[in-house]
């Protein structure tokens, strides 16, 4: 069946390009010797994060507990929860432990304590690492003598086993130079490892280092400090990271948007608004017409302007998203298409919405 039938405003996934971003950033890992736990708060579907393992992946990333019980559930065995744990969430974190391998990051003694107690008493020993803040500002600890002082709180709280860094540079993924991210990256880097010296002069090793994220992962390669990557967006990508000097990795992900309306001079009326691709990042763009323009039009409609040729009701305007996450958790499923435009199957995004 061709695509252009299907209903709209549908996501679709072109599989086939899928394939070939998970395999390349596989293999660019694996090359280097560097392990890969993709970050799935992306695609939030279980059966993406399983081709991504069967690809060499150790695990997957998730952001909440939320989606952890997703993909555990859904049979994924290793995952690691990349925001840190608040006391109302940690049952159900340590609900998980007894199914899978479940790590969390902390950056507060209290948490951490808190974690230790409940998992004692359950006689689990669960793997925490130290989010430390690279210079994001959001989460984690101060690098150097701030992550020491928690880490050993870790290594000293029975229930929990130290097991290494979280550090992500979250601020610099979209810099666009190459040379500017680079320079800022390794900085990043610098600090996990200057941190990592630190806690060895304490004695305590910290084997396990993740951090990096599409626009970074190559400078994580070349500093070597991290012993394994995070990158999530690199699945699917979207119009702000094809900006991205040197991104090597295919548009996999459209919104196909039906037109509703024509009466307006110079205007297509379609139906996809803020209710079926975010715009936190900017508008998307409309595929293969660089001139074209998008803007919201309310909750269900969008304007397009700049198009080429002539349209009725019902002809069909692909816009690229412009931030693949948020774009990905408006919608129940994908529709998988190929190459070649033939749908292949439907996906559920069973993770969507899964935010606590
Ligand atoms: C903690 C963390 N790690 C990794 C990623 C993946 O980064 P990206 O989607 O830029 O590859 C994100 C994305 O926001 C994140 O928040």
Redesign the pocket.
Known sequence: VDVESAQTPALILNLDALERNLRLMASETTMAGIRLRP?S??HKSPWVAARQIQLGAVGI?T?KVGEAEVMVKAGISDVLV?TEVVPQNIARALSLATMATITLVVDDSRTATEVGRQATAQGLEIPVLVDVNVGQNRTGTEPGQAAVDLAMLIADTPGLRFAGLQG?E?HL?HRFALEDRRAAALACYQQLADTQLKLREAGLESPWITTA???TYKFALEHGVASEL?????VVMDSQYAKVERTPFENALFVMSGVVSTNRPNLLIVDAGYKSISTDDGNPSVRNEPTATYQPAGDEYGRIAGLSGTHKPGDRVWLVPSHC?TTINLHDSYLLVRDDGRIEGELPIAARGKSS
């Open positions: 970050h708060k992306t990333c952001a990349t992500y979250g993924q994220g599409t626009g995070q990158p999530g967006s690199y996450d």
